[in-house]
Structure formats: structure tokens, C-alpha cells
């Protein structure tokens, strides 16, 4: 589903990305952990284009986002992702925000798109907020209108950058909760994040990047009791 091959970026003169080499079978799930600026969001922001490679190749469900910038469109429309501050419309309603992309880009009409929107309201299970507007909703409400709303252009994966990391304390559970979901679902996953029950209970494999690298991966088991290397024993050490 996704596949990144000797994958290099700068900014500038700083290397943010280094021999990147990473293959998602569908269906696959996967945490993305790691220090503070080791290239996580980096990393899933250039799979669905949001960020350019300077050299290697990407290639998504088929769809090589290094060969042409036209691409670009066409991996977005099946990628979905989801940030640590939801980044909702604040002057749309809740319904709006979720049929807005599906009628502008998708020429769905406005019926069609309310009734899709509703479905993964409910499924979300804040179908009851559709009229309301995102400042009166809870952050963890919020973040999950982020998800129904990612899900309403049908994608085939979905990216989660931090995606509890704003939340209160409180509100990390049913967030959580509807991404394990999706995953039961059988959605190709990549998630960024310290969640580490998250990562034990849902992932098939966890990636530990460090200053630019993927320094380790390796099924959950395995990653938290036996992990090889330093750095990820020493950043396992600072979080668990
Ligand atoms: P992480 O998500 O793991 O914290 P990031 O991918 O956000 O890491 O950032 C990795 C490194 O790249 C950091 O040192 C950050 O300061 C730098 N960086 C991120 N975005 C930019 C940018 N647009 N321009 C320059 N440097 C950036
Ligand atoms: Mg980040």
C-alpha cells in the first residue's frame, strides 16, 4: 500500500530525512514513535504529498508521488490524515466540515454528502453535534469530527499525526478508542504516537525513527521487551 525507497529530504541545508526504506502491506498498522524532532510528522506529511522529496521514491496504493506532481492529487484523494490539532473550520458546522471536501472535490451533491457525513458521525458517535460548530465541542469531539471527516472521502489509508497529544487526559480514550475502530475495520494505519498501549494493543509493527532514521522496527512484543538498540532502549526508558 505504501512504499518509500532510499528516501532523502532537506530543509535546506539540514537533513531531515535519511535512507528512508519503509513498505505498509494493506491493512497493516503501524505506530511511529520517537524523540521530538526525529522527522515523524516529516515522514507521513510526504506520503500523502504534503511535503516533497528531494530524492528516492514514494509510491502509494500504485500511485508514484515522486514520478509527477500531478500525482499528488490523486494519492491525496485516497489518503486520509488527521493532526494533533484537528484543524476543523472553525466558521463551518460540524456537518459542513464534513461535506465540504467530499462536494467540492468530489462533485457529490449536497444530499448524498450530509447522509455520508451522518454515517461516520455515527460511527464517531457524536452524531448529535452535526449543527453545532467545533468551539463548542470537547477537544476529544473534536478530533473525532477530524476522523468522520477524513473517512467521509472514503480513503484507503489513514495518517494520524499525534492525534491525542492536545487532548486532556480524559479525552485520549474515546479518541483512541474510534481509531482502534478503524483499525478492527481493517484500515491501513499509520500512527504517530506516544500511546504505547495503543501501540501494543493495536499495531502490527512499531517504527522507532531518530534523527532522521527508521533506527528499528519490529512487531509491539518484541519492540517494548527486546528492543536492540540504545536509542530506543534509552527512548523507552524516558517514556514507559
Ligand atoms: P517530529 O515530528 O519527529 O517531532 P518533525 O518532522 O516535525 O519531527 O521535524 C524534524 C526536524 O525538522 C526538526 O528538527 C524540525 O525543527 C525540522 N523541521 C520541520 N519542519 C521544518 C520546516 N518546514 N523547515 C525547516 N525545518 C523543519
Ligand atoms: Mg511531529
Known sequence: MIRMQGVQKWYGKFQVLTDIDLAVAPGERIVVCGPSGSGKSTLIRCINGLETVQQGSIVVDGIDLTAHRRNVDKVRAEVGMVFQQFNLFPHLTILQ????????????????????????????????????????????????????????????????????????????????????????????????THEMGFARSVADRVIFMAEGRIVEQAPPERFFTAPQHEKTRQFLGQIL
Open 97 to 192: 466540515n464534513c461535506t465540504l471536501a467530499p462536494m467540492r472535490t468530489r462533485g457529490i451533491g449536497r444530499q448524498e454528502a450530509e447522509a455520508t457525513a451522518m454515517k461516520y458521525l455515527e460511527r464517531v458517535r457524536i452524531p448529535e453535534q452535526a449543527n453545532k460548530y467545533p468551539s463548542q465541542l470537547s477537544g476529544g469531539q473534536q478530533q473525532r469530527v477530524a476522523i468522520a471527516r477524513a473517512l467521509c472521502m472514503t480513503p484507503r489509508i489513514m495518517l494520524f499525526d499525534e492525534p491525542t497529544s492536545a487532548l486532556d487526559p480524559e479525552m485520549v480514550k474515546e479518541v483512541l478508542d474510534t481509531m482502534i475502530g478503524l483499525a478492527e475495520e481493517g484500515m491501513t494505519m499509520l500512527v504517530v
